[in-house]
């Protein structure tokens, strides 16, 4: 059985608070393990923004290393990959824009000796053995947007799963079908919005496409604002228009947990069979987990968090 844990960045006291909620103690060596045999699975994101970066890489590693837990690769992550690994056409896969600078900016002060470079240098490696999905026997693991299509993709050009620097060249050029697997795998499905309509995101970058709710049909929202993944006044009310929209969105009765949204309040289930466990606690809220016991249909007392 599986305890799912989101979004960490860099709040490692935070996830010892978690773990040992979960029943999670530290064994000889110090990895926290659970004495009745329980895995955790850590949803990616596990870098930039915290204040503990370094000591939560350690502490999620040596699970994964010991046997205590399996984890996959978020946006962050591979965010952190490509800012590192150089183009062969100048530069770097992700550019060294100021913006992009800022969100990497916690991590590159956490590792910014000669020692700690080179430590950090194994991190980025250990990140290319870290899968972008999982899928077990009763559920699915993602960071941000499970999608068939791009599912089967990456299996046939990742057997693995895991990114080698090829793939991540080839995903780096926008348009191409490696890019397109990856955007949505690691940053979820977005939509253009209404001509004349953008917002600002939380790290205040101007923008004009929008992550919308792909675990929910379409059909059934009847505003924009039940189907789009942020609050526009412009749109607050506005019947949504069907026919722009991808019909495509999650049917499958297997249940899969995803982080990567930023939600507020309450956590609570989005579907009988998908949860999102990010509730921003980088930004003051909750981290988030689910105890899964094995039930095919997801409970929401099964929902667990520390602030």
Known sequence: MYDLIGDIHGHADELRALLHHLDYQPDAAGVPRHTGGRQVIFLGDYIDRGPKIRETLQLVRSMVEGGAALAILGNHEYNALAFWQKDPAGGYLRPHRPWHLKQHWRT??????????????????????????????????????????????????????????????????????????????????????????????KDGHRRDLMRVRWWQNPATAAAYHEYYLEDLPELRGQPIVINNLDPRHYQDEKPVFFGHYWLHGTPQLLQPYAVCLDYSVARGGQLVGYRWHGEPVLRADHLVWVC
Do not use: N, Q
């Open 108 to 201: 590159i002060e956490e590792f910014s000796t000669p020692e700690l470079y080179r430590e950090w240098l194994d991190y980025l490696a250990w990140f290319r053995t870290l899968p972008l999905l999982l899928e077990l026997p009763g559920l699915r693991a993602v960071h941000a947007c499970w999608e068939p299509r791009h599912v089967a993709y990456l299996r046939r050009e990742l057997p693995d799963l895991c990114l080698t620097p090829d793939f991540m060249l080839r995903a780096s050029r926008r348009g191409s079908p490696e890019f397109k697997a990856v955007e949505v795998t690691l940053k979820g499905r977005e939509v253009t919005l209404p001509h004349g309509i953008s917002f600002h995101d």
